[in-house]
Structures are given as structure tokens and as C-alpha cells.
């Protein structure tokens, strides 16, 4: 366990700096001046300055902040203060562009990381390996060997984009382009209910059949990886409303260390190479993950300060600092209400 929450401390680290590093690197791009670059949380154990820019490394090793300049709410005598250099001051595009770095940084670095893995292990192609008897596929007429190329109109480059839209599946219709003998075809088929499973089957089996990429395959299909994990990260934010998930489905960083302790000990016979490729994997999603939760439209999270933004470009002034700050302090103890209940939801499914 003690590896495991080395390794969790390990990726955490280098995808929370790469978030951080986005909104720092953008900010003095454009100017504007940044106060502090934490890593980790909590009392400070080394200080660094480097020219306006204090870097700091603190006691907890989670989390991290860049801090700007006059970001949070301020009186009118610290306004009055504020040069043209300080986050209010700044035109709102290069506001707008250094909130939006950090959630961009979290994509590239997954893209990083997708065209590593790619470039290792290949990747899965959308070819039918098999097809279940007396199942939605099998009536629509698909047969072993069929490549899927569109299903709902949505672009098909990996065989998990089927698995997901499998996974997210209601009963509705789907319509899937497939090729075979160099022709394409359309069927359109309804996924039907497994009441045992309690979950939609297309009907048919995959994944089996992998592509070593050359050097030009190696971008596009790390590309494609990166797409895959954003799109599952989205969907299934959006299953979260039509109550598919219940509290024990979501996890915080205890839970993710439970998920890096199974990995661990499931790859380690395997040697490090496969180790290390596993945990890449993990990484993308995890980073893929925390650069779509950001950009969700909520108080505290990038995406809730993109609000107020956007809402000051359209109005040609900004929102009165205080009522801002008050908003977004209201999301932060929301936000840690939320993870302290995710913390002893995770511990609870230990002790059970």
C-alpha cells in the first residue's frame, strides 16, 4: 500500500503542477503578474523567489495553486492599488485565456501521455470479433470482420468508442455504419435489455484485433485516445442526472489509491514496462478528468470564474468583485463539504 500511495502522490503531483503550470505560463504571457506557485497544500516547508513569483513547496503533497494577483475580491483602497499588471486590471481575453490554460494543460499533457502508450502498445481497432447470438447485431445482419466507422453519426476510430456508447445506452436506436469488403453499410438496430445485468447490449464483441502505429499513427491515435477518455469523462458526467450512478460509484483520493493498490498488484508480475504503461493509462484519464471537472460551470472551478468572464465580455464590464468573491467562496465550502463526504465514503467502503 505504501508503493501504491507513493505512485497516487507520484501522478497526482505531475498532473495537478501541469494544471497549475498552464495558468502560470499563460498569465505572465499575457502580463500579468503572479504572486505565488504552490505545490501541495498547507504550511510552507521551502520558499524560492523568482522574480515577482514566489514558488513554494508545501507539507501535504496534494494540490497545488497559482496564485494571481488582486484574483480575489478587494476594497476599493486595494483596487486603488492594483497596477496594470494585476489579474482585474488585465484585458478580459487574457483573463479568459489564463483561467482556460490550466484545464488545457491537463488535455496536452494527456495527449502526452496517450501518444506514449500508443506508441508501446498500438492500438484497438473497431472490428467485430464476435457476434452474440439472438442479439440486436445479429438481427441487423453485422457479421464477424465488420469495421465500424459511425454509430449515431459519431466517428468510430477505436474499438472502446463502441464499448462506450454500448455502456451509455438507454434502449435508444442506434444507427451504425459498418464496412466490409472494402463497401459501407447502414443498419439500424435497438440495443436490447439485459434485466440480469440491468443494461443495454448491442450484441456484439470486440478489441481483439490491435494496429502497431507507425510514427505519423502514433499522433493521430494518441490523439484519438485522448478524445476517447474526454468523451467518457463527459458522458458519464451526464449519466450522473439520469441517476445511474449512486454515491459508491464515485471516488475520491482514497478511492483512487484503492484503484492504483489493485493495479499495482494485478500488473507488478508482469514487470515494470507494463507497470509503468498501466499507470499511463491511468494518468490520462485521471488528468483527462480533472481538466473536464474544471471546466464545469461552477463556483470555485475554472469553469465557474470562465462564467463570470464571459458574462463581463458580453456585458463590456465586470461583475462587482465582492459579489464574485462571495459566490465563488460559497462554491469552495460547498466543494469541500462534497469532498469531505466523498473521503468517509471512500473509508466507509473499506470497514464494510
Known amino acids: 500500500m505504501l508503493v501504491s500511495i507513493l505512485i497516487f502522490l507520484l501522478i497526482f503531483s505531475v498532473i495537478v503542477i501541469s494544471h497549475e503550470f498552464g495558468h502560470f505560463a499563460i498569465a505572465r504571457r499575457n502580463g500579468i503578474r503572479v504572486?505565488?506557485?504552490?505545490i501541495g497544500m498547507g504550511p510552507v516547508l521551502y520558499r524560492k523567489k523568482g522574480g515577482e513569483?514566489?514558488?513554494c513547496v508545501r507539507l501535504l503533497p496534494i494540490g497545488g495553486a497559482c496564485i494571481y494577483?488582486?484574483?480575489?475580491?478587494?476594497?476599493?483602497?486595494?483596487?486603488?492599488?492594483?497596477?496594470e499588471h494585476s489579474f482585474p486590471n488585465a484585458?478580459?481575453?487574457?483573463?479568459?485565456?489564463s483561467v482556460l490554460a490550466g484545464p488545457m494543460a491537463n488535455f496536452i499533457l494527456g495527449f502526452i501521455f496517450s501518444v506514449?502508450?500508443?506508441a508501446f502498445t498500438g492500438t484497438d481497432l473497431p472490428v467485430i470479433q464476435e457476434i452474440i447470438p439472438d442479439s440486436a447485431a445479429m438481427e441487423a445482419g453485422l457479421e464477424k470482420g465488420d469495421v465500424i466507422k459511425k454509430?449515431?453519426?459519431?466517428?468510430?476510430?477505436?474499438?472502446?468508442?463502441?464499448?462506450?456508447?454500448?455502456?451509455?445506452?438507454?434502449?435508444?436506436?442506434?444507427?451504425?455504419t459498418y464496412e466490409r469488403d472494402g463497401e459501407k453499410n447502414t443498419v439500424e438496430l435497438t440495443p436490447i435489455l439485459d434485466k440480469e445485468d440491468n443494461r443495454y447490449y448491442i450484441g456484439i464483441r470486440g478489441s481483439g484485433q490491435y494496429m502497431?502505429?507507425?510514427?505519423v499513427q502514433v499522433f493521430q491515435y494518441g490523439f484519438y485516445e485522448t478524445f476517447y477518455w474526454l468523451k467518457a469523462t463527459y458522458k458519464s458526467l451526464g449519466l450522473i442526472f439520469r441517476g445511474h450512478f449512486t454515491k459508491d460509484d464515485v471516488s475520491g483520493p482514497v478511492g483512487v489509491v484503492k484503484v492504483v493498490d489493485d493495479t499495482y498488484t494485478e500488473t507488478a508480475p508482469y514487470g515494470p514496462a507494463a507497470v509503468i504503461l498501466t499507470f499511463l493509462s491511468l494518468a490520462t484519464l485521471l488528468t483527462?478528468?480533472?481538466?473536464?471537472?474544471n471546466l464545469l460551470p461552477l463556483p470555485a472551478l475554472d469553469g465557474g470564474r470562465l462564467v463570470f468572464l464571459f458574462l463581463e465580455l458580453v456585458r463590456g464590464k465586470p461583475i462587482p468583485p465582492e459579489k464574485e468573491g462571495m459566490v465563488h467562496l460559497a462554491g469552495f465550502a460547498l466543494l469541500i463539504f462534497v469532498m469531505i463526504l466523498v473521503l468517509f465514503n471512500d473509508i466507509s467502503k473499506f470497514v464494510r
Open 91 to 97: 484585458p478580459v481575453g487574457s483573463r479568459i485565456a
Open 151 to 176: 454509430i449515431n453519426g459519431e466517428t468510430i476510430h477505436i474499438y472502446r468508442e463502441v464499448s462506450l456508447v454500448s455502456m451509455m445506452n438507454y434502449g435508444e436506436p442506434l444507427r451504425i
Open 53 to 55: 513569483t514566489d514558488f
Open 35 to 38: 504572486l505565488e506557485f504552490d
Open 288 to 293: 483527462v478528468n480533472l481538466g473536464v471537472i
Open 116 to 118: 506514449i502508450l500508443v
Open 69 to 83: 494577483d488582486g484574483l480575489e475580491g478587494l476594497d476599493d483602497e486595494e483596487e486603488h492599488q492594483m497596477d
Open 212 to 215: 502497431k502505429c507507425n510514427p
